[in-house]
């Protein structure tokens, strides 16, 4: 059995763990405005909060890394903590998985919501598509020149 990680274990973990659960309601936060981006069919600020969601998952994966030690001798360092340092790392680590259970839901639901999204635009597109040809056809039939197109989509 390993030794519990030195140096002031209690408060490096408590820093470590309040810094990723700090991370965590940030991305909580893009997260609700990145439903309200989607929602709003305002996709094009859409870029700015997945930048900045990036950013946070590179700390996070960095902050997941100085976890480690703890992680590894788990019991032994947990085992070691003052009792009140217990219940705060425990509150901490059941609000992290609270906040990360809740993001990993809204970004299943936002990923379903811009599938419907693509195969709504992919219908009208085709609608569109449809239109244009029975104009032809119109056209054709008609005998009259067909109408000029502002902008000829297929090259």
Not at 13 to 19: I, R, V
Not at 91 to 100: M, R, S, T, V
């Amino acid at each position: 059995m390993s030794a519990p990680c030195p140096a002031a274990p209690d408060v490096r973990l408590k820093t470590l763990l309040t810094q990723q659960r700090d991370h965590y309601l940030r991305l909580q936060q893009l997260s609700r405005q990145q439903r309200e981006m989607i929602s709003s069919d305002r996709p094009e600020l859409l870029l700015g909060i997945l930048s900045e969601r990036q950013t946070l998952v590179s700390a996070l994966a960095r902050l997941n890394q100085e976890l480690s030690p703890f992680r590894r001798n788990w019991d032994a360092n947990y085992a070691a903590l003052p009792a009140t340092d217990k219940a705060d790392v425990s509150a901490l680590l059941q609000e992290i998985n609270a906040l990360l259970r809740g993001i990993l839901a809204t970004d299943q639901q936002d990923s379903a919501l811009l599938a419907a999204r693509k195969h709504t635009v992919r219908q009208e597109l085709d609608g569109l598509g449809g239109a244009q040809t029975a104009a032809s056809a119109y056209v054709r039939q008609s005998g009259a020149a067909p109408p000029q197109r502002a902008a000829d989509i297929t090259g």
